[in-house]
Nanobody, 118 residues
C-alpha cells in the first residue's frame, strides 16, 4: 500500500525558506514511471500545482514559482523534498505531496498546514 506523509515546520517567518519533506512507503520513489508532486491549497486559489520530480530525477515547476522553488529527493530515505525560498505570507497554505503513475488516481498525503508569519 502506497502512503505519503508530509513533514516540516508549520510556521515559517517571512524571507525564510519553506522546507518540507515527503516520506513515501510502499513503493520506491525510483520505481519506473512514477512522478512525485507538490501541490498546495489556500483560500481563493484552490489547488495550485507547485512542481514535481520524476522517478529518474527530472524536475518541472510552475512558472509562477520556478524562480524560488527547488524539488529534490533523498533515495536513502525514500523522500522527496520541497524548498520554497523567500517565503511570503501568501505562501500560507495546506501543502500536499502526491505520488502518481500514469492512469492511476494518485496517492495523496494528508496535507500539512504551513503558515508564513512573524
Amino acid at each position: 500500500q502506497v502512503q505519503l506523509q508530509e513533514s516540516g515546520p508549520g510556521l515559517v517567518k517571512p524571507s525564510q525558506t519553506l522546507s518540507l519533506a515527503c516520506t513515501v512507503s510502499g513503493v520506491s520513489i525510483t520505481t519506473a514511471d512514477y512522478y512525485w508532486t507538490w501541490i498546495r491549497q489556500s483560500p481563493g486559489k484552490g489547488l495550485e500545482w507547485i512542481g514535481c520530480i520524476t522517478y529518474n530525477a527530472y524536475t518541472y515547476y510552475n512558472p509562477s514559482l520556478k524562480s524560488r522553488t527547488s524539488i529534490s529527493r533523498d533515495t536513502s530515505k525514500n523522500q522527496f523534498t520541497l524548498q520554497l525560498t523567500s517565503a511570503i505570507p501568501e505562501d500560507t497554505a495546506v501543502y500536499y505531496c502526491v505520488g502518481r503513475i500514469d492512469f492511476s488516481f494518485g496517492n495523496w498525503g494528508q496535507g500539512t498546514q504551513v503558515t508564513v508569519s512573524s
